[in-house]
């Protein structure tokens, strides 16, 4: 066990597991996606009070929780960097880095769109919309540190710092918004409220919450791999997968 | 004296002298203190003129708008706090102090935020009244705005101690910070919200001042490694 | 399968446009996040090989005719070559 983690710290052995995790995973999670998608489109069946735009849902609550998952992943990944200092996670949080924000930009537009015809307006600041709006800032923020800095090693440290101090804002950012929601709405509406959802939508629901973790796993390794060549690229592995020597 | 004695003393010492030294600095530039002020002032004024001059509607918006200001004001001067140390070369000598980063910048930080948030604090009864906020509300914004300030500061400095190494790193402090700004904004705004309808005030503050204590707890370390990070490259 | 026709499916009571534009523009969105460092590989990969042949020809005009390939060489000139 110890052995396999410690492995995954080589730059050459991460890619070579790296790029057989990927050939298996992402033909598997494309079917899951397929899958899921036909299922919430068109098998199941529609909510009682939204009607046929509640198959939003299939889309913007795992790209949502991924989204969430991701930041943690991805501070994680900056913390291990910071007080192990090990090169691979550094690789780890950049590359995680664009896919939750990315993943937050989806469960928002497609929150906008189901908004549409649910509640007649592209935008509602109800406290789940708000929150992720906030974690979209939060992934730009690092994306966007990380670009202003020169020296691209301090660069991985400082979003690793402000990660992790995002991560300990994100429960009580959640938890504010959730509070000012309920200060400032008038106590008839609820935009959102707790609905128990039928067992013949929570199935394709899970499965496409499972697609999406898996779509994260792959595309956070296919870019670390990315990252992996051009920081390698004078070693001898580096030359030797490219084709010559 | 015995030597752990001795270490602690020269630590509150030191603390006090970086205080101390930060303190003179800004009192030495009144425009630096008068600055982030005249800001408040001014923006403050924009709303009425953006929003029209409807004194029921403006006393409505005003724990807000008084809120959103101050937080621009406070974004304002975070990018200053060690933007001259940085340059000058006395940052990288805190971090070859004997003493814990942490500490030495939170005198610094405890020093910038009495220049200007605490004073904003103190002064904002003046322009609450310009946007009409009930007099009732007044004792509950100036202990929002000082708890809230207090958070803003310790917050922004983390920012501005990623960002002091980037050129015209101004907005992009506002980029990182301004997320982790907005429990602090709610919190406040929402207290000020509940003095102005006789609700319940206390739970908002006791909130704000959690906030404080944690930021004050947690915010050095963040500031601490941030500084050295910032050296690194620059 | 819920709905009846497939015109049926696309209009979903209405509601059709929103759903399938939400679900277009995420399928794009993941097309691209999957799309985009499959191709930087190759483009990494295809730029290492052309930097590989640039390095092997200006080795070659420096020492003129071709004389015995010095493994030696190799390492010390793409050391000194090395500096992006």
């Known amino acids: 066990m110890w052995s396999f983690i410690h492995k ?29 998608a036909f299922w919430g489109l068109l098998v199941a069946p529609p909510d009682f009070r939204q009607g046929n735009s509640y198959r939003i849902i299939y889309i913007h609550v795992p790209a949502a929780v991924v989204a969430l998952a991701g930041y943690y992943v991805m501070a994680l990944a900056g913390a291990i960097s910071l007080i192990w200092r090990i090169k691979m996670a550094d690789i780890a949080m950049k590359a995680a880095a664009p896919v939750g924000a990315v993943l937050t930009g989806i469960a928002l537009v497609t929150g906008a769109i189901w908004g549409k015809p649910t509640w007649g307006t592209w935008w509602v600041w109800d406290a789940r919309i708000t929150s992720m709006l906030i974690l979209f800032f939060l992934y730009l923020g690092v994306v966007a540190l990380f670009e202003a800095y020169e020296n691209k090693a301090a660069a991985a440290k400082a979003c690793a710092v402000l990660s992790l101090v995002g991560t300990v804002n994100i429960p009580i950012i959640y938890k504010s918004v ?19 959802i039928d067992a013949s939508m929570m199935y394709p629901l899970l499965l496409m919450i499972v697609a999406f973790y898996g779509l994260f796993a792959v595309t956070v390794v296919m870019n670390m791999r990315v990252e992996l060549i051009w920081h390698h690229r004078q070693s001898s592995w580096v030359r030797q997968w490219a084709g010559f020597e | 004296m015995p030597a752990a004695d001795q270490a602690a003393l020269s630590l509150s010492a030191a603390f006090f002298r970086q205080f101390l030294r930060h303190g003179k600095t800004l009192a030495a530039s009144p425009s630096d203190l008068l600055n982030p002020l005249l800001f408040f002032f001014m923006v403050v004024t924009l709303f009425p003129l953006g929003l029209g001059p409807d004194p029921e509607r403006l006393s409505q918006m005003a724990p807000g708008i008084l809120w959103v200001v101050a937080l621009l004001a406070s974004l304002m001067v975070s990018g200053k706090l060690f933007a001259s140390d940085f340059e000058d070369g006395s940052l990288e000598q805190l971090c070859l102090a004997p003493h814990p980063l942490a500490i030495l910048a939170l005198a610094e930080v405890f020093a910038h935020w009495l220049g200007t948030g605490f004073l904003l604090a103190l002064v904002s009864p003046l322009f609450a009244v310009m946007v009409g906020l009930p007099t009732q509300a007044l004792p509950v914004l100036v202990v929002s705005l000082l708890l809230g300030s207090l958070c803003l500061t310790l917050i922004g400095a983390v920012g501005s101690a990623l960002t002091v190494s980037i050129r015209r790193g101004g907005l992009l402090l506002s980029l990182i910070i301004i997320p982790l700004h907005v429990p602090v904004l709610i919190f406040g705004s929402s207290a000020v919200v509940e003095a102005t309808r006789d609700g319940n005030v206390a739970s908002w503050l006791a909130l704000l001042a959690a906030l404080a204590l944690a930021s004050l707890a947690l915010a050095p370390l963040a500031i601490g490694a941030a ?4 050296l690194d490259n620059g | 399968m819920y709905f009846e026709s497939i015109a049926a499916a696309m209009d979903m009571n209405g509601h059709g446009v929103y759903v399938w534009l939400a679900y277009a523009i995420t399928v794009s969105l993941l097309v691209w996040l999957f799309w985009a460092p499959a191709r930087q590989l190759r483009v990494r990969r295809l730029w290492l090989i052309a930097e590989e042949q640039r390095r092997l020809a200006s080795e070659a005009l420096r020492s003129g005719a071709t004389p015995p390939h010095d493994h030696a060489a190799d390492g010390r000139s793409s050391s000194m070559e090395s500096s992006g």
């Open chain 2, 227 to 230: 500084l050295r990070i910032s």
């Open chain 1, 178 to 196: 959730d509070w000012w929601y309920s200060l400032h709405q008038p106590a008839s509406i609820k935009f959102t409220g707790e609905s128990a």
């Open chain 1, 8 to 36: 995954l710290g080589s730059p050459p052995w991460f890619f070579r597991f790296g790029g057989n995790l990927v050939r298996w995973l992402l033909p598997v999670t494309l079917i899951l996606l397929l899958v899921g």
